[in-house]
């Protein structure tokens, strides 16, 4: 294939241009259970530039190869969290890895679901233990008093406090990375404790002391065991192991 | 399967999550359908800020902003829209705070405001501080601030569900019909009222700014009923998106200081806008980058940018007010705006026109007051005409709070007062004759291939300079692509998650949504805003000071009908008359 690469609406920078075509291969774990019994591997041969995202090859798969592959997608830079998946068996947003960072000229990305959701189709899988998990942590602002007739005040530092955990985007890379979420299903995982962190620490927010409770519980903070997945696979550079242990800190001595 | 609500709201970005909380708060059932997780809407991507007169850092007005928006609109805003507008963005900005909303600060606590392209003070005097921002990620923490609320409360929500019909009978909006991507299956979704809030249809370009989801889905559908689309020829190119990638880059960044040069480091817009320079609206600075790159003066190996150059700026303000764009130059260029210049160019981003609609977000059937009893529509997909013939930055945000919450507020109001409406006798219909005849082409085309012509041919005819004969080889260009989109080849027969057909599916939308633009920017015969015509060089408001509706010719294929609709050149207590638009 491969004439058309260059073409497309995704076509990599001017910077990188100049950067040599890598023939490489593509080995995808495909799924449809309407058909297959188990997943299998299928391998496809596709030119790259070296620039290019590797989700620009895998649509190159779908458009070109196969039009059956599945997978979801949508904003192509980073923001919306949609493509979290499987690359050279580390969890990555396809969108925010470029080829020339997973693969040399002659060589093969691998490509799988995340794991631990239910693979309902090819890359694509079950997200909804994982919003479910996201809904049990109450992720909203709770502030029962009058609110002013204009904003509530709140220094520059207090809102500081809350710019590394407000900057997830519910990708899912952190969570499904995590051994302990892998064997346990009901633990929260790092991402919801994420989306805690982020109310637990916010000057404005007066629910604190139920945040920490459902924290405390057995599904909560105590399953963590610091393995570190999880911020090594946030394509946000999150520091979420730190942020986890913000929140056991905050359950232990009960007050943020 | 067959569902019932009082009202339903489609798209789950900033516009359909305000216009669901405030539909719930009136007291009626509820449920949001999203293509995506309501998390992944594109609303997410928006950077730099909300503009409102909160007058935090420097003194400001209302009117001031209204002034802005109007001229910025290159006067064919409707300014009751602007008013209304400019005066309740400062309570729905107090609102997204009160909902929890990490604002940047001021040091005395307050909501942090920021420059941008187009904000002045006194009337066009100087730059004024007026955007309101979360780092570079306000659209972020909107979309997720407004998803939480949501979840607060409880809305109910379709994910994955693409609507594939609006059931309008007798001038009556009666539900809607959406495939469920997880089974397969066709539901409908009977409602007493339904709110439109999907997007925006960038993809239809080469370069862009946008999800490969926003594909004008909604605007084609109510296209294809012989209904009008609003001021189609008026499509906003944001200045800077990354070079050859489109990324948006934010304004932001120019409102934080940064200057964009020529191949000679020139910093030319002080030739193109000399009072407001960089901060120029949109339409004057991409037009003025792709002179720069027309005249050689571009660079990259294809000379076809230019760059914004951050150097000059501490450190701290680039990594931390300007985050976001700092982690997407390093990542996708290889760049840092610490010490290089990074490289630019216009990317399609945001439709100003769309679906008609009243000040209540009710969608309008004519230019002459007809409408859909029970349809509303609000943000990109929508227009109220609040932006004219070219978006003022930040205000994209500005409207769908606005303008999503008055149509929440409106459909409730509405669907308490009226019975359910007759379903049509077969709902599905139209639906599954679209699935079967997507399915039983000859199958020789590749959608991929159609979908490529049509992006590199609109960026080519239809892009930021326009003339006669490169649109009216356009209008041909889209009837060939159409006609070969009959034969399209859709080969995964599977129901459960079929991408495949959902991606041909929106081509056929993609190709609608160009066609009533390329027809809506050919009949216009003069330059205005984000219009920009060769042939047609100057603004014409004795014959063009008038709204577009393009219709398709449900009789002839491939043929698009024109009207028109007013202009409201007064607000409520406000009118600015139309003058040059110099900067």
């Known amino acids: 294939m491969t004439q058309t690469q260059h073409e497309t609406s995704t076509a990599p920078a001017a910077a990188q241009q100049a950067l040599p075509m890598l023939h490489i291969k593509v ?12 997943a299998h591997w299928e391998t496809y041969a596709i030119d790259a530039q070296a620039g290019d995202r590797v989700l620009d090859v895998i649509n190159e798969v779908k458009w070109y190869h196969d039009h059956s592959l599945t997978f979801r997608r949508s904003c192509m830079h980073g923001i919306c969290g949609s493509d979290a998946m499987l690359i050279n068996g580390r ?107 982020r109310f637990i620490f916010d000057s404005r927010d007066e629910a604190t002391q139920q945040r920490l409770n459902i924290m405390n519980q057995n599904t909560g903070v105590w399953r963590c065991r610091t393995a570190y997945n999880c911020t090594e696979a946030c394509p946000r550079d999150i520091p979420i192991t730190q942020l986890i242990e913000e929140v056991k800190r905050a359950v232990m001595y009960q007050q943020a | 399967m067959q569902h019932r609500y009082d009202v339903l709201v489609i798209g789950a970005g900033g516009a359909g999550l305000m216009a669901a909380l405030y539909a719930a708060k009136g007291n009626v059932s509820v449920a949001c359908i999203s293509k995506l997780y ?18 935090n850092v420097a003194e400001d007005h209302w009117e001031w902003h ?48 920021r420059k941008f392209g187009g904000h002045t003070r006194e009337f066009g005097k100087a730059a004024v501080e007026r955007s309101c921002y979360a780092k570079d ?14 979840v607060k409360e409880g809305t109910k929500f379709f994910n994955e569900f693409h609507v594939t019909d609006l059931l309008i009978e007798d001038g009556r909006c009666r539900g809607v019909v959406a495939y469920e991507l997880a089974t ?89 806008a000399p009072t407001i320079k960089d901060l120029a609206p949109r339409d004057i600075v991409s037009r003025s980058i792709i002179s720069e790159i027309r005249e050689g003066r571009g660079v990259g190996r294809d000379k076809d940018a230019v760059n914004i150059d951050l150097t000059h700026l501490p450190r701290e303000v680039i990594e931390g007010k300007l985050a976001e764009i700092t982690d997407l130059a390093r990542t996708y260029l290889g760049m840092d705006p610490v010490k290089d210049l990074v490289p630019v160019q216009p990317t399609a981003h945001y439709a100003m026109g769309g679906i008609p609609t009243d000040l209540n977000g009710l969608c309008l059937s004519d230019g002459n007051g007809g409408s859909i009893e029970g349809l509303y529509a609000a943000g990109e997909q929508a227009c109220v005409s609040l932006h004219g013939a070219n978006r003022l930055g930040t205000n994209s945000l500005g409207d769908l709070v ?61 892009g930021i300079f ?58 216009r015969t003069e330059s205005r805003g984000a219009h920009d015509r060769a042939d047609y060089h100057t603004r014409d408001d004795v014959n063009w000071l008038k709204h577009t509706m393009a219709y398709k010719d449900l009789d002839r294929p491939g043929n698009v009908l024109i009207g028109y609709k007013d202009v409201a050149l007064k607000g409520f207590t406000r009118a600015f008359e139309p003058k040059a638009r110099v900067y």
């Not at chain 2, 309501?38 to 007058?55: D, E, F, N, V």
């Not at chain 2, 989109?485 to 079929?498: A, E, I, M």
Request: a negative charge; aromatic letters at 8%; one cysteine or more.
């Open chain 1, 91 to 197: 969890n990555r947003l396809a969108c925010k890895t470029l080829v020339r960072d997973v693969a040399k000229d002659g060589g093969t990305i691998t490509v799988e679901p995340i794991r631990g959701l239910k693979v309902e189709k090819d890359l694509l899988v079950d997200m909804e233990p994982f919003f479910d998990s996201y809904k049990a942590i109450m992720p909203y602002f709770i502030n029962e008093s009058p609110a002013p007739a204009a904003e509530r005040i709140q220094s520059e530092e207090e809102a500081e406090r809350m710019a590394q955990s407000s900057n997830c985007i519910l990708c899912a890379c952190c969570t499904t990375s995590c051994p302990i979420f892998w064997v346990n299903g009901s633990y929260l995982g790092p991402a919801s404790i994420v989306q805690a962190h």
């Open chain 2, 66 to 113: 209204m002034f802005d928006t109007v001229k910025g609109g290159d006067y064919l805003t409707d300014q009751d829209a602007a008013e209304v507008f400019s005066k309740d963005i400062i309570d729905a900005v107090y609102e997204l705070e009160h909902m929890g909303l990490p604002f940047s600060r001021t040091p005395e606590g307050k909501i942090a405001q």
């Open chain 2, 466 to 523: 326009r003339n006669g004969p490169d649109m009216e080889k356009q209008v041909e260009i889209l009837k060939e692509l159409k006609s070969r989109y009959q034969d399209v080849n859709v080969g995964d027969p599977s129901l459960r998650y079929n991408s495949e057909l959902i991606e041909v599916m929106e081509l056929g939308f993609m190709l609608d949504c160009a066609e009533a633009m390329t027809a809506s920017a050919l009949n």
């Open chain 2, 402 to 462: 606005v303008f999503g919450r008055r149509a929440g507020i409106y459909a409730a109001q509405y669907a308490r007062q009226v019975e359910f409406p007759d379903l049509p006798d077969d709902p599905q219909r139209d639906t599954k004759d679209m699935f079967d005849g997507l399915r039983s082409g000859s199958g020789k085309e590749n959608p991929a291939l159609i979908r490529k012509e049509m992006q590199e041919s609109m960026m080519n005819n239809v």
């Open chain 2, 184 to 272: 397969g299956e066709i539901h409908t979704f009977h409602a007493k009222a339904v709110i439109l809030a999907a997007g925006g249809y960038g993809r239809i370009f080469k370069i862009t700014s946008n999800a490969l989801t926003l594909t004008g889905d909604l605007m084609s559908i109510y296209y294809r009923k012989g209904l009008p689309l609003e001021d189609m020829e008026f499509y906003q190119f944001h200045p800077t998106g990354l070079a050859k990638l489109g990324i948006l880059v934010t304004e932001g960044i120019r409102g934080e200081g940064g200057i964009l040069r020529n191949d000679s480091g020139e910093r030319f817009m002080e030739r193109y």
């Open chain 2, 137 to 150: 990620r306000t659209g972020h923490m909107i979309l997720q601030t407004l998803y939480q609320q949501n």
């Open chain 2, 38 to 55: 309501p998390t992944r809407s594109h609303t997410g991507a928006a950077q730099g800020g909300i503009g409102a007169a909160l007058g």
């Open chain 1, 27 to 38: 080995k995808i774990l495909r799924f449809d259970p309407e058909k297959d019994r188990k």
